[in-house]
């Protein structure tokens, strides 16, 4: 049979994306693409068939996998029957014709996804069937127009042919449907009954506070959750469940008894994935008149499908108390009367570093703060006034052990239900230091100015910290990966491959020849044709960050010049359409400090904020922003680039890389 014709269009996405647009109206889709057969393929075992559920940007697809280079012939195949999808992805083997596998799956309702290499002729298509392959930005979609033979080779000939002459025409992938949160419902019932009460509850008596995560998205697998209720005036309590990967979970129930003052008698409910407080809502119980309810307090997922993995310690901040979790059941501990602050920055040389003496200066200022606070709050070691309420808590032990264990930095979550941070945690140093003589770990030579450098490893290399010693791998800043998200988790800036895109956007009342030396810096360090700049007061700036055209914005601006209001005018006065930034949502990236502006940007569509959180030397702003940009570029993840950065500042004897702050999921990646 002669080799098909083909209708040619093109895309911009993934093409699992416009697999998961296609099917199941097209029936078999040809598709050369090794990294979307990692992608479904990841846990698969050699020479048998499993599910899998796969994220898309239109919408999880669920897959039944076999991979066919393992098996001499069509004879020796598991059944697929029972194999759970929604439509069948195989891998072609080249040594037999996997034709009449193919076409008794699609005969049977099963729609096919078939990896293969782009040169390989693939027989059994027709009309329902479409060619998908890749010529960089674009997905290539080609449609048989009529049966035979095919090869993506040369649908890919015949797009770029047609691109060449400007006769190619692009389709666009269907907007994602709208998910609703899934809710996390709280009830209150008598003991033993089976059903919940309304109204308000007597005074002194014991009733029941069920909860449960509701329906939501397909998950990929079950996943384990814990649930923890503190009530004002009782110890707290906690409960793990399984949030299954269809439907909702079972009731998770608590005890409590009620006070025996009449008053709306409030706590806090936190659902935790492993250590991260992913969900977090105030509970009011009415004692003596009223009715139940809660109010929202924190949101890090809306859908409990992208959990954050990895965190060896959380602190979840109310105000001046604060929820540690650095195992199965989180402790409160005060974090009132915290004071830091960061050494004098005068004294910088032109390369924005500082001599050995100076540098070694400024590290044990640091420590001598950091140490009390951690004093101040977890009780120093285990002997503190805070000791007895935290129990066998010990954060430094949990993130030297996570680091050992995994051969990574260890994750903390810090996350500020209030919107504001009562404690500079990037500051807290975790070894004992106090005021006085003091030696120095072999690490403070090793990473700082003049020192030998090197890689920088997931923990200090040196054993003995034993007596006052100082240790840069004693800041929680520079031994592990920080984040302080504000709102739902982004994992990925844009879905599309496209070169890393920057807008800067510059304050005309910055000194001009540090701005240009600023610049000059930053294109130094990332390409000079990924970067676009402008000077602009507040409004221009709400026109230039309309639209979806960079992967990171970066505002070179003094503190102050923008508030939360002006960006709520941009979106109320129709300057920024709705939504915002709802599929490429860059990272905003600022040379000074943020603090009221952070969520504005968030809630309106950015994956995360930087920023410092003092202000800092604006000579300084190019060299930081530079190096953190080109990391995030490469693909390094937006925690680690932070940290990386600041072990970068503190090879030069700079510590205010300890000033930086990440707002958003130390996970997240340009692509």
């Given at each position: ?263 709306p008698w409030t706590g806090e409910l936190v659902i935790y994935a492993g250590v991260a407080p992913v969900h977090v809502q105030q509970v009011v119980l009415p004692v003596g008149s009223g009715e139940p309810r809660t109010v929202p307090r924190v949101k890090l997922s809306r859908t409990f499908t992208d959990l954050p993995v990895g965190r060896a310690v959380s602190v979840l901040e109310f105000g001046e108390r604060a929820l540690v ?287 410092p959180e003092e202000a800092v030397p604006q000579d300084m702003a190019g060299w930081v922003t530079g190096m953190l940009l080109a990391r995030v570029g490469s693909g390094m993840a937006a925690g680690e680039a932070v940290r990386q950065v600041r072990w970068e500042m503190l090879s030069r004897g700079n510590v205010l890389g300890l000033a930086c702050a990440l707002h958003g999921s130390a996970d997240l990646r340009a692509r």
């Amino acid at each position: 049979m002669a080799p098909v014709e083909f209708t040619v269009t093109g895309g911009e996405g993934s093409p699992l994306d416009f697999v998961a647009a296609l099917t199941p109206a097209s029936s078999l889709v040809v598709i050369t693409d090794p990294g979307g057969w990692a992608q479904v393929s990841s846990g698969l075992p050699v020479g048998s068939a499993a599910s899998t559920v796969v994220t898309t940007a239109v919408r999880p697809l669920r897959c039944a996998v076999l991979d066919l280079r393992h098996f001499p012939s069509a004879s020796g195949l598991p059944s697929l029957a029972e194999v759970p999808g929604d439509l069948v992805v195989l891998h072609d083997s080249r040594s037999w014709d996997s034709a009449p596998l193919v076409a008794s799956l699609r005969a049977l309702g099963r729609p096919v996804v078939l990896f293969t290499a782009v040169h390989a002729w693939v027989s059994g298509v027709d009309t329902s069937s479409v060619v998908v392959g890749w010529s960089a930005p674009h997905v290539v979609l080609a449609v048989p127009r009529g049966p035979g033979p095919v090869r993506v080779e040369d649908a890919l000939w015949q797009f770029r042919e047609l691109e060449r002459r400007g006769q190619m025409t692009f389709a666009a992938l269907p907007a994602p449907p709208v998910v609703a949160d899934r809710p996390v419902s709280v009830v209150v019932a008598l003991p033993g009954a089976t059903q919940g009460i309304a109204g308000a509850l007597r005074p002194g008596a014991e009733y029941e506070v069920w909860v449960r995560v509701g329906d939501g998205p397909v998950l990929a697998d079950d996943v384990k959750l814990r649930a923890v209720l503190s009530m004002s005036g009782r110890p707290v309590v906690s409960e793990a469940f399984m949030l299954p990967s269809e439907g909702p979970s079972a009731w998770v129930n608590f005890e409590v008894t009620t006070p025996y003052a009449a008053v709306p008698w409030t706590g806090e409910l936190v659902i935790y994935a492993g250590v991260a407080p992913v969900h977090v809502q105030q509970v009011v119980l009415p004692v003596g008149s009223g009715e139940p309810r809660t109010v929202p307090r924190v949101k890090l997922s809306r859908t409990f499908t992208d959990l954050p993995v990895g965190r060896a310690v959380s602190v979840l901040e109310f105000g001046e108390r604060a929820l540690v979790a650095a195992g199965d059941v989180p402790a409160w501990l005060s974090t009132a009367g915290v004071a830091m602050a960061l050494p004098a920055v005068s004294g910088l040389d032109p390369w924005y570093g500082k001599d050995f003496p100076a540098y070694c200066t400024d590290l044990a200022f640091l420590a001598l703060q950091g140490a009390e606070v951690y004093a101040h709050l977890f009780g120093g070691s285990g002997s503190g006034r805070h000791a007895a309420a935290l129990g066998e808590l010990d954060p430094a032990a949990a993130i030297r052990q996570a680091a050992r264990a995994t051969g990574r930095p260890a994750g903390v979550m810090i996350t500020a239900a209030t919107g504001s941070s009562a404690v500079r945690w990037p500051l807290v140093y975790d070894l004992p230091f106090t005021d006085g003589p003091h030696r120095l770990c072999a690490s403070v030579g090793q990473f700082g100015p003049f020192g030998a450098g090197g890689p920088v490893p997931p923990h200090c290399p040196v054993s003995d910290h034993s007596g006052n010693v100082l240790c840069p791998f004693g800041f929680w800043g520079l031994s592990s990966v920080l984040e302080h998200p504000v709102g739902p988790l982004v994992q990925r800036i844009s879905p599309r491959p496209w070169p890393f895109e920057v807008s800067m956007a510059v304050d005309a009342g910055m000194d001009r020849g540090l701005t240009e030396r600023h610049v000059t810096e930053l294109m130094s360090q990332i390409p000079p044709t990924s970067v676009t700049s402008a000077y602009v007061t507040p409004p221009e700036l709400g026109r230039v960050l309309a639209g979806e055209t960079m992967d990171a914005v970066h505002l070179h601006f003094r503190e102050g010049f923008l508030d939360a209001e002006e960006i709520a005018r941009w979106d109320s006065a129709g300057v920024w359409p709705q939504p915002h930034w709802p599929v490429r949502k860059p990272l905003v990236v600022g040379t000074s400090p943020m603090a009221g502006l952070v969520r504005s940007f968030v809630e309106h569509g950015a994956s995360a904020v930087v920023c410092p959180e003092e202000a800092v030397p604006q000579d300084m702003a190019g060299w930081v922003t530079g190096m953190l940009l080109a990391r995030v570029g490469s693909g390094m993840a937006a925690g680690e680039a932070v940290r990386q950065v600041r072990w970068e500042m503190l090879s030069r004897g700079n510590v205010l890389g300890l000033a930086c702050a990440l707002h958003g999921s130390a996970d997240l990646r340009a692509r």
